[in-house]
């Protein structure tokens, strides 16, 4: 069993900076792709970013250039610096793991075991 624990999310002003981090249980983290993704109220869950087990990083347009993902294998952890934070940034944010591709994927569905969420708000 595969289980995500998030933590790092809060409230924050516009302008500012969050460090989100993602705990993985499961012997071949390494493998996995992960990803981050985020569902405001009314909207649907979007992809914001995604790293290979190389460290080749994926992002969504709405966060490309001021957020970045990063894993550290050997500590079974994923991370997403977020600075610049916008507004439209608030939502709940949520780490996911798929464990059956080679190639980060944008689709939520895709992905097979995922966190319990934590909230950011950018006050504006």
């Known amino acids: 069993q595969v289980q995500l624990v998030e933590s790092g999310g809060g409230l924050v002003q516009a302008g500012g900076s969050l460090r989100l981090s993602c705990v993985v249980s499961?012997?071949?983290?390494?493998?996995?792709?992960m990803g981050w993704f985020r569902q405001a109220p009314g909207k649907e869950r979007e992809f914001v970013a995604g790293?290979?087990?190389?460290?080749?990083?994926d992002y969504a347009d709405a966060v490309e250039g001021r957020f970045t993902i990063s894993r550290d294998n050997a500590k079974n952890t994923v991370n997403l610096q977020m600075n610049s934070l916008k507004p439209e940034d608030t939502a709940v944010y949520y780490c996911?793991?798929?464990?059956?591709?080679?190639?980060?994927?944008?689709?939520?569905?895709?992905?097979?075991?995922w966190g319990q969420g934590t909230q950011v708000t950018v006050s504006s």
């Open positions: 996911a793991a798929d464990v059956g591709r080679i190639r980060v994927s944008r689709i939520a569905r895709e992905y097979d075991y």
């Open positions: 790293i290979l087990w190389s460290g080749r990083a």
């Open positions: 499961g012997r071949t983290f390494s493998s996995y792709v």
